[in-house]
């Protein structure tokens, strides 16, 4: 562990690989990983891009990438795909990027298949951005599917939120979920080149006017052709412009304030668990229980009452 965290140190990106895989499957490594390396965060800027499956988010996360790299930025993309049984996931996602991207030494992709279980993928996700941002990287796009609550969760770790939509999804109005429209700062109407970008425009426009208090950021809406790279300038401004007002409001140090206590929660769990599963395996009863449980001798809130007397609330109360 301490030579991976060496050789991850002196920007071995093998290393930065490895300590990914440990992190995302939260090993020991990982997590003694995570302990060392979360001094040295907070300084990337983290960037979600969501919206439905073929908006191109890929396609505009590459030239965004691209655009960052213009400006010297180093640049780390990691697409969170709900792998499915139809476009196989993860390897989808690395299909479609681009080949000058894939040979640039200061870019870095990664790929995380949600296998389906989406329950801890955000936590998971917080922690593979502060090991990207530890090792250096300037800007961190995430980019995710947006079909459901978990993936909202997952686009949330980040501080700048694109929300993707497209023309001819029908009513778009159906399209935009409501949730969606709360979480993005920038609105950006894909597939521009197709009719009805306008109408998918003035839609959104519309949807944010409903808002009765205008909040102090105006989400902006702009139009994109991915494929061409058109509206990618205007957009790359749009994030800066995000950026500043993050700073500006001091914003950004709260972002990363309740991150901060989020993570105090979730190591408390943790540790929590870890404790009392030790008490209740070390039971001489325990295996016996079990089975009986599984026969159905014994119901479950039968048998944790014996195994765990306790007489609180069982809400979670950490933070
Ligand atoms: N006409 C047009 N096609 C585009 C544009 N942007 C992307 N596409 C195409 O749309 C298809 C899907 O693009 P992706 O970038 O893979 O979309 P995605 O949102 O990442 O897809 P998933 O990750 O599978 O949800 C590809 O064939 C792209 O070439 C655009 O601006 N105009
Ligand atoms: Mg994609």
Redesign the pocket.
Known sequence: MNDLLDRFRNGDRRALARLITHVENETPTGRAAMRELYGDTGRARSIGIT????????????RLALQFRQEALKVAIV?V?PSSPF?GGAI??DR?RMRKLADDPEVFIRSMATRGALGGLSRTTGSVLKVLDAFGFDVVLL?T?GVGQGEVEVVREAETCIV?E?PGLGDSIQAIKAGVLEIGHIFVV?????PGADRVVEQILGMLGLNPTPPEWQPPVIE?????G?GMKELADQIRAHWSHLDEKSLRRRHIGLRRVADLGEILKGRALGMISEKILAQSGYEELKQQVERGDVDPFEAADRLLPFDGSEDWRLP
């Open positions: 919206g439905p499956p073929g908006a191109g988010k890929s396609t505009l996360v590459d697409a795909d476009t989808l996602a479609v980019e599917v993707l497209v894909n597939k521009a080149d197709k994109t052709v991915a494929t061409r058109e």
